[in-house]
């Protein structure tokens, strides 16, 4: 079995400046001026006009003598057209720090903006590892949603619209300058949506965890984040109470946080040709994955599984028997329970592509973190299991 060294023996671990609580929202406008902004670039979408986060923000603004442009041409997926139109809109309205109030898609076109107005072309330019010269402007996240993490990463997902593929941007010069949660905006996240989220988070934090760049850093961060999903992801999608969403907020930034600095696996690196081919809901087909990459990962992360199933509110005997059963149970119960999508088919998903799936998927930067080798027939394997 082809188990790979943990060689990152040095870890680095970055993260921005956070704010986290319910109606911190309103400190939006201070935090931009703090900044130095003067003409704030608020890019977002309608959903989170409609819930009236939006109009919340823009209070906020313009409560701290700050005028804002309002972008909203951003949809699920941010597609590569939406942010190079959003670059020139922010150089022709002379706008000088960047929000990002939303999902990962509104939290990745910002980015994305943010880049090209600093470092000029076009975005696919930037895709890989530190492709980045020059800073981009001062940036602020919100995220409302349960899981994306971007808020607090390292890391930028574009859709490319030509070859239908999505990808990623990585870069310390992305991480924002200040994450901002208040999971009071989790209120008017619609159901089916708490819980693609949630399990994205869940993947982040698993994947996290059994990387092989993983830290002490990274995992603390890892099992926090699971011990909150673990506790609140059913009663958050059935009873919508806001203890559990703010929980699940911060399962999200946790998990955020551990990704972001360890990287992620096969869960991802499928993911993203998977999204980019069916332009698919991204937690969604996490959860379809995770089960089967999960059993995939089992036999190579051992040692690690006891604290894995500690986090997910089960005692494993001393000698860790029990815990490999465990663990792979209560994600798999834990997802059934919250109503998870299980199987790629119901997502749409063609079997014909599974070895352009798997060919993509080979090339994706979240593969070098795999605890476990993959290749294209592995791969394939893999999202038979998960049909
Ligand atoms: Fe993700």
């Given at each position: 079995m082809e188990k790979r060294a943990n060689t990152f023996s040095h870890c680095k671990f970055e993260v921005p400046e956070i704010i986290f609580g319910r109606g911190l929202l309103a400190q939006v406008g201070s935090c931009a001026k703090r900044l130095g902004g003067k003409r704030i670039f608020l890019v977002s979408d309608r959903g989170l006009f409609e819930a009236g986060w939006v109009d919340q923000v823009m209070r906020s603004l313009l409560e701290e003598g700050l005028s804002f442009v309002y972008y909203d041409q951003v949809t699920c997926n941010p597609r590569d057209f939406e942010v190079e139109d959003g670059a020139r809109e922010y150089i022709r309205?002379?706008?000088d720090v960047i929000v990002g109030l939303g999902g990962g898609s509104a939290m990745d076109a910002a980015k994305g903006i943010a880049i090209l107005v600093a470092n000029g072309g076009r975005i696919r330019d930037y895709e890989g590892c530190d492709k980045i010269h020059r800073p981009i402007p001062p940036l602020v996240l919100c995220p409302t949603t349960c899981g994306t993490g971007s808020d607090v990463s390292q890391f930028a997902i574009i859709n490319d619209t030509v070859e239908r593929r999505k990808f990623t941007i990585m870069s310390r010069c992305v991480a924002p300058d200040i994450s901002l949660s208040d999971p009071d905006t989790l209120?008017?996240?619609?159901?089916?949506h708490v819980c693609s989220t949630a399990t994205d988070a869940l993947s982040h934090a698993v994947e996290a965890y059994f990387s092989v760049a993983a830290s002490s850093l990274t995992d603390v961060n890892a099992l926090k984040a699971l011990n909150c999903i673990a506790k609140s992801l059913v009663p958050a999608v059935k009873e919508r109470r806001p203890e559990d969403l703010e929980n699940l907020a911060r399962a999200s930034l946790h998990a955020g946080m551990a990704f972001s600095n360890s990287l992620l696996g096969i869960v991802h690196a499928l993911a993203h040709p998977l999204g980019g081919l069916y332009d698919t809901n991204h937690g969604s087909v996490n959860a379809a994955l995770l089960p089967v990459v999960l059993r995939y990962d089992l036999p190579v992360v051992r040692e690690k599984l006891p604290e894995l199933a500690g986090a997910l509110g089960f005692q494993v005997a001393r000698d860790a028997s029990g815990?490999?059963?465990?663990?792979?149970?209560?994600?798999?119960?834990?997802?059934?329970?919250?109503g998870a999508t299980r199987s790629l088919k119901s997502l749409g998903v063609n079997r014909e592509d599974f070895p352009e799936l798997a060919r993509r998927a080979t090339k994706d930067i979240c593969l070098v973190t795999s605890p476990r080798e993959a290749d294209e027939e592995d791969l394939v394997a893999i999202l038979e299991k998960a049909y």
């Open positions: 309205q002379r706008a209120e008017t996240l619609p159901d089916e815990a490999k059963e465990r663990a792979q149970d209560s994600i798999e119960s834990l997802l059934d329970a919250s």
